[in-house]
């Protein structure tokens, strides 16, 4: 079992930062792949980023391409997802999300949320005008 608390969410103007922070408990993170969600209200959870077991590989969604960063420092158990140039449509709770993936696949990253075991509760962004 894997625990995942994210952080690092809240209000930022459009054209600015945020980082958010996945942390893991239970379990070391080093052995999943690690993604990030996002729900924006009223609206189905859409893919954003997600970084392979070794840090190897790492696939965005269009519209976050350019922008957003996702990172994994495994000594801390914890995966970040840095976001630039922030714009009103990123509004959304974002998740992280991960699931376990054997050593032979380091570099395989999923995209699709129905490959990932273990969700955290969610972090708010909202970006003002």
């Known amino acids: 079992q894997v625990q995942l608390v994210e952080s690092g969410g809240g209000l930022v103007q459009a054209g600015g930062s945020l980082r958010l922070s996945c942390a893991a408990s239970?379990?070391?993170?080093?052995?999943?792949?690690v993604g990030w969600f996002r729900q924006a209200s009223g609206k189905e959870r859409d893919f954003v980023a997600t970084?392979?077991?070794?840090?190897?590989?790492?696939d965005y969604a269009d519209s976050v391409k350019g922008r957003f960063i996702i990172s994994r420092d495994n000594t801390k158990n914890t995966v970040y997802l840095q976001m630039n140039s922030l714009e009103l449509e990123d509004t959304a709770v974002y998740y992280c999300?991960?699931?376990?993936?054997?050593?032979?696949?380091?570099?395989?990253?999923?995209?699709?949320?129905?490959?990932?075991?273990?969700w955290g509760q969610g972090t708010q962004v909202t970006v003002s005008s």
């Open positions: 999300a991960a699931s376990p993936i054997p050593l032979g696949m380091s570099r395989v990253t999923y995209t699709t949320g129905n490959r990932y075991n273990y």
């Open positions: 970084i392979s077991r070794n840090g190897g590989r790492t």
């Open positions: 239970g379990r070391t993170v080093s052995s999943h792949v």
